[in-house]
T-cell receptor, first 114, second 110 residues
Framework: DAGVTQSPTHLIKTRGQQVTLRCSPK?????VSWYQQALGQGPQFIFQ???????QRGNFPDRFSGHQFPNYSSELNVNALLLGDSALYLC?????????????FGPGTRLTVT | DAKTTQPPSMDCAEGRAANLPCNHS???????VYWYRQIHSQGPQYIIH???NNETNEMASLIITEDRKSSTLILPHATLRDTAVYYC???????????FGGGTRLMVKP
């Protein structure tokens, strides 16, 4: 059973550029959440997608946007990159049925902005 | 803001039980206690969760006090591979976001 997968593993971009990160959820999961983790800190919630719509959003600017596809996979887009956007970006999937909604995380994409 | 308080770091001898405390004095009646851990440079890993009863799985045990204001995660026989940052999180069961605090950095030593 494949877990949550993310691509690419690492990425280097220049200030002002745009980036797209991708996530495939665990089999049977229909909800995808994105988190940003700066070095030495805990993950911070960016947003969550369910039924191809943004269901909940954290305290991140509009430069951060996302999309969910009919197969439940998801993309995170960041425009006008800043040095401060350098971080580990984590995707987590869960099932929106009855139950306890535990989220399963992927290995993350390490983004470096220079 | 995180609703939990954890010690920033702890040490444990290999083979001994690791007991990681968490305070969540403002927990609401419909909120669960979740534990995740993050091994260096990897994504967080779900460990266990509970509402008010003690829970056990193949990874750990979760002991929640009767007033639900605190809990303890127990790794019964810690190994070097259990060295990680452990996060205690309180959230409702609506499937929404996880709010991570600083966590406890557990160092298992030979």
């Amino acid at each position: 059973d494949a877990g949550v997968t993310q691509s690419p593993t690492h990425l280097i971009k220049t200030r002002g550029q745009q980036v797209t990160l991708r996530c495939s959820p665990k089999s049977g999961h229909d909800t995808v959440s994105w988190y940003q983790q700066a070095l030495g800190q805990g993950p911070q919630f960016i947003f969550q997608y369910y039924e191809e719509e943004e269901r909940q959003r954290g305290n991140f600017p509009d430069r951060f946007s996302g999309h969910q596809f009919p197969n439940y996979s998801s993309e995170l887009n960041v425009n006008a990159l800043l040095l401060g956007d350098s971080a580990l970006y984590l995707c987590a999937s869960s099932f929106n049925g009855q139950g306890s909604y535990e989220q399963y995380f992927g290995p993350g994409t390490r983004l470096t902005v220079t | 803001d995180a609703k939990t308080t954890q010690p920033p770091s702890m040490d444990c001898a290999e083979g001994r039980a690791a007991n990681l405390p968490c305070n969540h004095s403002t927990i609401s009646g419909n909120e669960y206690v979740y534990w995740y851990r993050q091994i260096h440079s990897q994504g967080p890993q779900y460990i266990i969760h509970g509402l008010k009863n003690n829970e056990t799985n193949e990874m750990a045990s979760l002991i929640i006090t009767e007033d639900r204001k605190s809990s303890t995660l127990i790794l019964p026989h810690a190994t070097l591979r259990d060295t990680a940052v452990y996060y205690c999180i309180v959230r409702d069961n609506a499937g929404n976001m996880l709010t991570f605090g600083g966590g406890t950095r557990l160092m298992v030593k030979p």
